[in-house]
């Protein structure tokens, strides 16, 4: 899996957009980037995962650059329950093996 | 809504008493994993099914096992908890698609050992 290296924290006011970043610069042609985020004493949450185009669901939006080396987690109104370790995994996987979490970015919504 | 069901959500043994956790899905997902994770560290991956097949990692202790009666279940067996087994213990389930697979992880076990 390609390393990819993101911020160890970051602030949000409450409503705001956070935009978390994540650099993947050395991602190759198959692997996919996948984020999760695990809220304190609870199992890591799947959020969204792409591999080229820029993909929204429910929860967040992705936008991944041109070359692939880099990508963006949006959750465009953040809420107090937002606060969270957000992990962005670059991965291809044609069968089953390990979820390798790196450090992650912890991510504090403010009031 | 199809979901991974780990109980109970907190465990408390005694050293060296076996303890046994419990996963189910309703994802229909055709591989299930157990993950422990320690205070401040990543979860770390002790074995998976793929289908009925067990794999283990190669530095899971053997005082860790697992069953798969059926596709819906599976079980993290201690044979003999020690302190260090202290843990949260995380159920994931996902289907290999291709070069995609999203792992969809359960709320926990938190274990504690006396």
């Known amino acids: 899996d390609a390393k990819t290296t993101q911020p160890p924290s970051m602030d949000c006011a409450e409503g705001r957009a956070a935009n978390l970043p994540c650099n993947h610069s050395?991602?190759?042609?198959?692997?996919?980037v996948y984020w999760y985020r695990q809220i304190h004493s609870q199992g890591p949450q799947y959020i969204i995962h792409?591999?080229?185009n820029n993909e929204t669901n429910e929860m967040a939006s992705l936008i991944i650059t041109e070359d692939r080396k880099s990508s963006t987690l949006i959750l465009p109104h953040a809420t107090l329950r937002d606060t969270a370790v957000y992990y962005c995994?670059?991965?291809?996987?044609?069968?089953?093996?390990?979820?390798?979490f790196g450090s992650g970015t912890q991510l504090t919504v403010l009031p | 809504d199809a979901m991974v069901i780990q109980n109970p959500r907190y465990q408390v043994t005694q050293f060296g008493k076996p303890v046994t956790l419990s996963c189910s899905q309703t994802?229909?997902?055709?591989?299930m994993y157990w993950y422990q994770q320690k205070s401040s560290q990543a979860p770390k991956l002790l074995f998976h099914?793929?289908?009925?097949?067990?794999?283990n990692e190669a530095d899971t202790p053997d005082n860790f096992q697992s069953r798969r009666p059926n596709t819906s279940f599976c079980f993290l067996d201690i044979r003999s908890p020690g302190l260090g087994d202290a843990a949260m213990y995380l159920c994931?389930?996902?289907?290999?698609?291709?070069?995609?697979?999203?792992?969809?992880f359960g709320p926990g076990t938190r274990l504690l050992v006396l």
């Open positions: 994802l229909n997902h055709n591989v």
């Open positions: 099914y793929y289908d009925k097949d067990f794999n």
């Open positions: 994931a389930t996902s289907r290999v698609a291709g070069l995609q697979e999203t792992q969809y």
């Open positions: 995994i670059a991965r291809s996987s044609g069968s089953a093996r390990q979820l390798t």
């Open positions: 050395t991602i190759s042609g198959n692997e996919y």
């Open positions: 792409g591999l080229k």
